[in-house]
């Protein structure tokens, strides 16, 4: 059964000085209770796990967390789901949020994605998400304050990932992992594209400085060859430096040791050239 407006705010007002009384809803606002759902208005935005702020400006395509103003302490008939406003949903905004358990005590932190067009501003004491109140059979086995793994008991400030961090971090490597795999095949396309033109562009200048050096009588053999090898190792001089810069995961010093000898071969030809 959902919980009514009456049915909210009686588990959040003590009807009188009971000192064992817990309210559902820790700051709990008439002027925030709707006619099954209670509004949740934020208290800050979290850049990250200890930097917080009361305003934020949210690009189109972005999300940040918030943490609301509200505090829950979940009894043992009662589960808590986060809903969005129609209000905000036509903004552009789509606010995501747990399920919050029988026992569960926590602030309240929700994630809030812009997927509009416009930048959103976000600001403390803006109502941003709904929460919906479902009563639950009592014959329950173990709470989730009850639980060995209850990684988000009593947050009261935004721990991240809290017991989940190594786990998760494994599962982000994972993807990083296939970022770095599709750059490394990226920059084996460019380097083999590279390649080609090479071949190309030194089969092109070879059979036309042939054919111009052939039509003129007094050119010898010597100076052919000479020359045909100075292109060679001028476009190998060329490409090599080319793959040092596009390719990360070379061997740079057999490179440079390469392309040291390709330069001393290259002087020499272009010396025999002007003997010849």
Do not use: W
């Not at 982000?172 to 992992?177: P, R, T």
């Not at 599709?182 to 594209?193: A, F, V």
């Amino acid at each position: 059964m959902i919980l009514t407006d009456n049915d909210i705010k009686s588990r959040c007002v003590s009807p009188g000085d009971d000192i064992n009384f817990h309210p559902l809803i820790t700051n709990f606002s008439d002027d925030n209770l709707g006619a099954i759902s209670y509004d949740l208005s934020i208290e800050s935005v979290l850049l990250d796990v200890c930097n917080e702020k009361t305003g934020y400006e949210l690009a189109p395509g972005g999300y940040i967390y918030v943490k609301m103003q509200e505090m829950l302490n979940m009894p043992q008939d009662i589960i808590g789901r986060i809903e969005e406003k129609n209000s905000r949903m036509r903004m552009g905004l789509v606010v995501s949020g747990p399920t919050y358990q029988p026992g569960h005590k926590t602030a309240v932190f929700l994630r809030v994605h812009n997927i509009s067009s416009d930048i959103i501003q976000l600001r403390k004491g803006m109502k941003i998400a709904q929460i919906v109140f479902e009563e639950i059979n009592p014959s329950l086995g173990k709470s989730y304050a009850d639980r060995t793994n209850a990684a988000f008991q009593d947050e009261f400030d935004y721990t991240g990932y809290s017991n989940y961090e190594n786990e998760y971090k494994k599962e982000i490597q994972k993807v990083s992992d296939i970022k770095e795999s599709l750059e490394d095949k990226e920059m084996q396309i460019y380097g083999n594209i590279l390649t080609f033109m090479g071949i190309l562009m030194g089969i092109f200048s070879l059979i036309t400085l042939n054919l111009e050096a052939f039509s003129k009588t007094k050119i010898t053999i010597p100076y052919i060859i000479s020359m045909n090898l100075t292109i060679v190792f001028a476009i190998e001089l060329l490409m090599s430096i080319i793959l040092i810069f596009i390719n990360k995961n070379i061997n740079r010093k057999k490179v440079m040791l390469c392309i040291f000898f390709i330069a001393v071969t290259l002087v020499l030809l272009i010396g025999i050239m002007c003997f010849v």
